[in-house]
T-cell receptor
Framework: AQTVTQSQPEMSVQEAETVTLSCTYD???????LFWYKQPPSRQMILVIR??????QNATENRFSVNFQKAAKSFSLKISDSQLGDTAMYFC?????????????FGTGTRLTIIP | EPEVTQTPSHQVTQMGQEVILRCVPI?????FYWYRQILGQKVEFLVS????????KSEIFDDQFSVERPDGSNFTLKIRSTKLEDSAMYFC????????????FGPGTRLTVL
């Protein structure tokens, strides 16, 4: 079974600064996807960024980027130029490539607060 | 933009009662999921559904739970006899096909069991 660990329950950062959220995972599989989901106070789960394990290049989406270290099983999220709207819970998630039946395994989340 | 919808947004029920949580996935999606999030805890997988049958279920998804796609548009989660510990946020998600496609989540139903 896969496990996902987020060791930072809470973080805060000043607006416009850069923040990095940590995530480690454990799996014996070789083909998988990793995700970061954002959950604002509205509780809606929103996909932030996705990384395919077979890709060496780190994924980026505008101000969001990841540092994917496959050998270390580490998948951190960097938010640059943080904005007040980034305040939310952030969940790291793992998905094994079991075609059609892929379920997401989530970490416990990091509550991020952007301070004006 | 298409989205997953869930009703009701909040359901309050008495312990032992049956509840049905409803979801309308995105219309051309083929894979459907239910997840649960107990307040303050992580999101947990309950069940996946494809081609009118359960693909996988977690240990949480015991005999008290069932899922159904009764009419080709709705996707329901039924809890037959609710327990206090069933109080949680329940998220429905759907996916088109292929591993690279993301799961789109609905806004969730908050279930409160008294």
């Amino acid at each position: 079974a896969q496990t996902v660990t987020q060791s930072q329950p809470e973080m805060s950062v000043q607006e416009a600064e850069t923040v990095t959220l940590s995530c480690t995972y454990d799996t014996s599989e070789n083909n998988y996807y990793l995700f970061w989901y954002k959950q604002p106070p509205s509780r809606q789960m929103i996909l932030v960024i996705r990384q395919e394990a077979y890709k060496q290049q780190n994924a980026t989406e505008n101000r969001f980027s990841v540092n994917f270290q496959k050998a270390a099983k580490s998948f951190s999220l960097k938010i640059s130029d943080s904005q007040l709207g980034d305040t939310a819970m952030y969940f790291c998630a793992f998905m094994n490539l079991d075609f059609g039946n892929e379920k997401l395994t989530f970490g416990t989340g990091t509550r991020l607060t952007i301070i004006p | 933009e298409p989205e997953v919808t869930q009703t009701p947004s909040h359901q309050v029920t008495q312990m032992g009662q049956e509840v049905i949580l409803r979801c309308v996935p995105i219309s051309n999606h083929l894979y459907f999921y239910w997840y649960r999030q107990i307040l303050g805890q992580k999101v947990e997988f309950l069940v996946s559904f494809y081609n009118n049958e359960i693909s996988e279920k977690s240990e949480i998804f015991d005999d008290q739970f069932s899922v159904e796609r009764p009419d080709g548009s709705n996707f329901t989660l039924k809890i037959r006899s609710t327990k206090l510990e069933d109080s949680a946020m329940y998220f429905c998600a759907s996916k088109f096909q292929g591993s690279y496609n993301e799961q789109f989540f609905g806004p969730g139903t908050r279930l409160t069991v008294l």
